[in-house]
T-cell receptor, first 113, second 115 residues
Framework: AQSVTQPDIHITVSEGASLELRCNYS??????LFWYVQSPGQGLQLLLK??????LVQGIKGFEAEFKRSQSSFNLRKPSVHWSDAAEYFC???????????FGTGTRLTIIP | GAGVSQSPRYKVAKRGQDVALRCDPI?????LFWYQQALGQGPEFLTY????????KSGLPSDRFFAERPEGSVSTLKIQRTQQEDSAVYLC?????????????FGPGTRLLVL
């Protein structure tokens, strides 16, 4: 069965600082990987996804993520965060031949001035 | 264009009441998904439709939960005899064809509180 672990429940970063949110997955083959962001009262918005090709994926709002098969990881990064990036971030996986997303428990990002 | 919409946005029910949650997917999207998000948790899969066919209902927590999509567009998630543990945000998502690498587009959710 596929699963996702987001080891950091809450991260606080200063505005303008760099950010890395961790995601580890468990799946027997190469999965399809996604990062979603959820702002209060809002639905989930896709930031980026990986399913093949270049292991460094660019997304919206200046985010990027790198797929590392050897570490079963798909960490999300941003070089300089903005106050508007404060939200909950979810990593998710879909296995081949499957359609449903399996989500991690999320990382809540707080931005301080 | 219009995104996924859900109604109502908030629902308060007394324990034992039946509730119905509606999802309007993006027009033309073949696949529709329901997820349940408990407080402080990630969304968890409930069920999946391709057109009007319910292809996977493995995530429905009990036989009190029932979902339908009779004409392959709008879907309704019904919860009978609600319990306090049913309190959660119910998210609906749609995708163009349901291929597993496709983006699922989420609605804002319905927040259900069972008293």
């Amino acid at each position: 069965a596929q699963s996702v672990t987001q080891p950091d429940i809450h991260i606080t970063v200063s505005e303008g600082a760099s950010l890395e949110l961790r995601c580890n997955y468990s799946y027997g083959a190469t999965p399809y990987l996604f990062w979603y962001v959820q702002s209060p009262g809002q639905g989930l918005q896709l930031l980026l996804k990986y399913f093949s090709g270049d292991t460094l994926v660019q997304g919206i709002k200046g985010f990027e993520a790198e797929f590392k098969r050897s570490q079963s990881s798909f960490n999300l990064r941003k070089p300089s965060v903005h106050w508007s990036d404060a939200a909950e971030y979810f990593c998710a996986v879909v296995g081949f031949g499957n359609e449903k997303l399996t989500f991690g428990t999320g990382t809540r990002l707080t931005i301080i001035p | 264009g219009a995104g996924v919409s859900q109604s109502p946005r908030y629902k308060v029910a007394k324990r034992g009441q039946d509730v119905a949650l509606r999802c309007d997917p993006i027009s033309g999207h073949v696949s529709l998904f329901w997820y349940q998000q408990a407080l402080g948790q990630g969304p968890e899969f409930l069920t999946y439709f391709q057109n009007e066919a319910q292809l996977d209902k493995s995530g429905l927590p009990s036989d009190r939960f029932f979902a339908e999509r009779p004409e392959g567009s709008v879907s309704t998630l019904k919860i009978q005899r609600t319990q306090q543990e049913d309190s959660a945000v119910y998210l609906c998502a749609s995708s163009p064809s349901g291929l597993n690498q496709e983006t699922q587009y989420f609605g804002p959710g319905t927040r259900l509180l069972v008293l």
